[in-house]
């Protein structure tokens, strides 16, 4: 009885702070009225880049300035969190809460591709200017099934990058590297790309990221899978059969597992600063998508989550007892 106490008394502690955050990104979402660690991160990528994204050797001033913006988030969260530990136990809960609510961007995404969904059986620019928001590709000449189907492909990468990822470096390396992904993934986000501008300088971020995102993009096809509850070896294989063949080595894992579940098409040409990418195409069913479908997506997604979160707090529980 001893035991299981103390057992249930370290899941408690570990899994406070993590599901207060999560209830909260479920309730706010990500409001525009609180100041927003991300936005911070992107001044200071996009400081770094425009002093010293020029002149020769930009290969290497990339992976340097990328390796110290992410050495400097995780040791200044590390040192915040000592910090706010030698005050109260209160003090250390309220940081790991908010660090962890900034970090998890899964209800947020949501909004947005219901609201795609929405306005684009109104009007067709309506739905395109709506999907723009949440994509980075060219959408003046989307037609609706590929506003549609960039909304969901958004929402699938979303699932990995906004919320397994994060909860997966939260289990590895607590709240510092959590913070320190997300340093990754918006370094990625802003100067990942492949033209002319930042293939070099952003070389590294872009496979920083790929690095980072090799376990949780595959990590998150698998919860997908299993939050299906049905046709797991055919989904299974479809995500084998496609997942690879993506220019992306993340970005197809967990499209193809939705892909497979509401067995539609995904990939196809994309528009990325007026250059046209190729994006192969996952599935073979090219059928209209629908309402139902990003219904049923956003109910993959919610479940998904859930298990995830069963994850963390019972492997930190276990890692607890063995240390």
């Known amino acids: 009885m001893e035991s299981l106490l103390i057992l249930l008394g370290i899941a408690f502690n570990l899994s406070l702070p993590l599901l207060t ?27 770094m880049e425009h002093r010293f994204n020029k002149g020769g050797g930009k290969i290497v001033k990339g992976m340097v ?46 909004k947005e591709v219901r609201m795609v969904f929405e306005v684009v059986d109104r009007s067709l620019e309506e739905g395109r200017k709506q999907v723009a928001r949440i994509v980075g590709r060219d959408t003046s000449s989307l037609s609706a099934q590929e506003v549609r189907t960039a909304a969901l492909e958004t929402l699938a990468e979303n699932l990995s990058d906004g919320v397994i990822a994060p909860l997966f470096w939260y289990m590895v390396l607590g709240v510092p590297g959590m913070l320190a992904y997300k340093m990754i993934n918006t370094l990625d986000s802003m100067i990942g790309y492949r033209n002319e501008r930042y293939r070099e300088f952003g070389h590294f971020a872009a496979r920083m990221d790929d ?66 990418v190729w994006k192969p195409y996952i599935g073979e069913n090219d059928r209209l998508l629908t309402t139902m479908d990003m219904q049923l997506a956003v109910r993959i997604n919610r479940r998904a989550e859930i298990i995830m979160l069963i994850i963390v707090v019972l492997t930190a529980t276990v890692m607890s007892l063995l240390v």
Request: aromatic share 14%; charged share 10%.
């Open 21 to 47: 955050a999560w209830i909260l990104d479920l309730w706010l979402g990500d409001p525009s009225w609180l100041p927003h660690p991300v936005v911070g991160f992107g001044k200071m990528i996009s400081f």
């Open 65 to 110: 300035i990328s390796v110290l913006l992410v050495g400097v988030v995780y040791i200044l969260s590390d040192l915040l969190l000592r910090w706010a530990a030698s005050f109260s136990l209160g003090v250390l809960l309220s940081f790991q809460i908010l660090a962890i609510f900034y970090c998890l961007a899964g209800t947020m995404l949501v």
């Open 211 to 276: 690095v980072a995102n090799y376990i949780p993009a595959r990590l998150t096809a698998l919860l997908m899978i299993v939050s299906r509850h049905s046709d797991f070896l055919r989904l299974l294989t479809f995500v084998g059969k496609y997942g690879k063949q993506h220019a992306s080595p993340n970005s197809g894992y967990p499209e193809a597992a939705l892909a497979g579940i509401l067995n539609c098409r995904f990939g196809g040409p994309h528009f990325y600063f007026g250059e046209e």
